[in-house]
């Protein structure tokens, strides 16, 4: 008989072994404990550790990019299920552009795949946020083509950062800004005495959307790299050791029971 066994354990708790058979029964004991109040309405997920994942498995490179985005749709399926509004997948940011030319063109032809398998879904709606033309003109329409769709019944809003960046987009929001202000005929001293931050929310990439709640990194890295530098001002963070594509459910149940336990402060 073979017996497969998982570890788990609460932050700051050593690791306990269940047998496989255990580990239903543990995830449903974390999704009691989760009350609906508590869920985030929107979580940004910083999907690192493809590349690593791969290397553990003597596998291409292509290989942990394309259990990556697997992932990715197993992961939205979890966020419906729990009545996450709105979810921000960090998939390639404008650093990542200078990987070698093989590499990219393998992750951009998988991430236009996982643009096709979420226009499959009638009921989520897709925003691209980033710099299309950093991108192969194939994937740059598969974006604007998703973020043009009206969904049927809007269960889940997709944020996909493609060729991103954070200080870009604080930049771009900035830049906007100020074209609007010439086109109605604003004065520009008028316009710097009267700047607030709503102004420049009102010209982000998510603009009209709720900031995120929470922000999930998997891999073990514990920094922002430049991923919703605005946005997640007041957000609580998760740094998960899991690499993205052996990111499980219960590991995803133990971010949101953590965010649960937490008191949320605004600068007070």
């Known amino acids: ?32 404990s989760l009350k609906q109040d508590q869920i985030p309405r929107h979580i940004g997920v910083m999907v690192d550790g493809n590349r690593r994942w791969a290397r553990q498995f003597n596998a291409p490179t292509s290989q942990g990019h394309q259990a990556g985005a697997d992932k990715i749709h197993e992961f939205l399926g979890w966020c419906q299920e729990l009545g996450v509004k709105v979810v921000t997948l960090y998939m390639l940011s404008t650093d990542n ?24 879904d009638a009921d989520v709606s897709v925003h691209a946020m980033g710099a299309p033309e950093l991108l192969p003109d194939y994937l740059a329409e598969r974006l604007n083509k998703l973020t043009a769709r009206t969904p049927v019944h809007e269960k889940i809003h997709v944020n996909v950062a493609v060729g ?6 604080i930049v771009d929001a900035v830049r906007e800004l100020l074209h609007d202000a010439v086109a109605k005929g604003r004065n520009m001293s008028d316009v710097a005495d009267e700047l607030s931050v709503d102004d420049i929310s ?67």
């Open 1 to 32: 008989m073979c017996v497969v066994v998982v570890q788990v354990r609460k932050s700051g708790e050593s690791p306990v072994e269940l047998p496989g058979f255990l580990y239903g029964f543990y995830e449903r004991k974390l999704l009691r």
């Open 97 to 120: 552009m200078n990987r070698s030319g093989e590499e990219l063109d393998l992750l951009m032809g998988i991430i236009a795949n996982t643009m096709d398998r979420l226009d499959e």
């Open 164 to 169: 991103y960046g954070g200080r870009r987009e």
């Open 202 to 268: 009102r010209f982000l990439y998510t603009r009209g959307q709720p900031d995120p709640d929470l922000v999930i990194r998997t891999s073990g890295e514990q920094r922002l790299s430049g991923f919703l530098m605005w946005q997640s001002a007041y957000s609580e963070f998760y740094f998960c050791e899991a690499l993205w594509p052996a990111f499980r459910k219960v590991d995803f149940l133990r971010a949101l029971r953590d965010y649960a336990g937490r008191q949320r402060r605004y600068g007070s």
